[in-house]
């Protein structure tokens, strides 16, 4: 299988007791430079009110990229924010900013596109959304085939969904999935690859902060973040 690259260098290299010669060495891009941006996804024609949407090609003032960790580092690279986790427990999750305020009563669309470079199988990383000091909300999938949906506060993880497994995922390492929740009529749809995996009657949350989220040990990169609203603003809504 491809080996994903932690650095940007690249040379000859000799092993052992041996003399080597090399003739020459070559780098060339496959593709020109600007063709990256065709790798996202458009957004979704279903959104009338756009608030929010980065393809991580710089930070902004969410603040995307996190402090070093011994456990965690992140990036912007290529166009991905990338999450590499270290630690085989616990998870890690950047969200907005507390001043970028969204209605989670009203109908709209979270989306983003993830890839699984390498690491755990079996364990969670996706959308993070609701986000408060009291509750954290997660839309996970696993590079084995599997989704999940739950929540966390004081207490611990509470599950909403177990693990169940779904076709709609593109599996092992280096596999992309797109990832969305669409709010509507009462109904949370939970989406991967625009298939319809599930579906919960609406909750009452009481945060609004979204981003994306790692557990266990994996390397995964996230290439865009989309929240918008679905419906246009209603002059009796408080």
Known sequence: PALQPFGNHFGPVVMEQQTAAFDYIKLAYLAPANQVASNIPPVSAQIIEPVYHTDFSADDANQWVLPPTDSLTTTLTDGYFKMVRLAKTGYNLSVTAANLKVDMHRDYLIETQAVHYSGAQNFGYGLSFACDEQHIYHFWIGASGYYYIGSVDKTGFNTILTWTPSDAINKGDL????????????????????????????????????????????????????????????????
């Open 175 to 238: 596999s992309k999935n797109k990832l969305g929740i669409l709010h509507k009529n009462g109904q949370l749809n939970f989406y991967i690859n625009d298939q319809l995996v599930t579906s919960h009657p609406e909750i009452e949350f009481t945060g609004y902060r979204f981003g994306v989220s790692v557990s266990a040990n994996q390397n995964i990169g996230f290439n865009y973040l989309t929240f918008g609203y679905l419906d246009k603003p209603s002059a009796t809504r408080v």
